[in-house]
């Protein structure tokens, strides 16, 4: 018998005779759902897991369940963000702004159909720059300490070309009104820069 053959039998003997498991999808303290291996301290469930296991498994299903578990854990770590004050990556511009407000600054470019800013967030802690590509964060980056001093902020006006891409990126399809404003706010506040730059 070839060995490929026989790890394959293996795979399916083991997945065949796995047990069934549980989760306990519970409600903590302020109000959100967490899923976890031990059993929950307040209100909670559990939920039996089967494991997917030859032909009788229902592909399509597996596949709408791990989809429905990763979307209920990115809106949590959403809501978690937008309750903490933190950007977290998959929240969208409106979500971004619940979460920290409106941006200080905001570089944008566009790269072959792809739209990518980056956010800058002057907060008394210390500075969040994040990166969106489309309107979705892709990353963050937090760097401690204040804000910076009104000396050490005085940076030069945009470039034509960063004005350029600011333009492009006010009146792009598809952006939401609060993007829209926050490019339109950092449109002006650099027509304002050149109109005091000499």
Not at 8 to 33: D, E, R, Y
Not at 91 to 100: E, F, G, K, P, R
Request: net charge neutral; with cysteine; charged share 15%.
């Amino acid at each position: 018998m070839n060995i490929h053959r026989l790890t394959a039998a293996a795979a399916l003997l083991l997945v065949a005779s796995a047990p069934a498991w549980a989760i306990n999808k519970c409600t903590g303290p302020n109000g959100k759902t967490v899923f976890q291996d031990m059993p929950c301290v307040g209100q909670g469930t559990e939920v039996t897991v089967n494991p997917a296991s030859g032909s009788s498994a229902d592909p399509v299903a597996a596949v709408r369940a791990q989809v429905q578990i990763g979307q209920a854990r990115l809106d949590d770590a959403i809501a978690d963000g937008i309750a903490t004050g933190r950007p977290v990556i998959g929240m969208n511009a409106d979500q971004l702004q619940q979460a920290l407000g409106a941006p200080s600054k905001i570089n944008t470019s566009n790269y072959g159909g792809r739209h990518e800013d980056q956010w800058i967030f002057y907060k008394p802690h210390g500075t969040w720059y994040v990166y969106t590509t489309n309107g979705i964060v892709r990353s963050t980056q937090f760097s401690e300490g204040g804000m910076p001093s009104i000396a050490s902020s005085q940076q030069p006006c945009l470039s034509e070309l960063e004005m350029h891409n600011l333009k492009v990126a006010a009146n792009k399809l598809g952006a939401s009104a609060v993007e829209q404003a926050a490019y339109r706010q950092a449109l002006k506040d650099a027509r304002d820069c050149q109109r005091q730059d000499p």
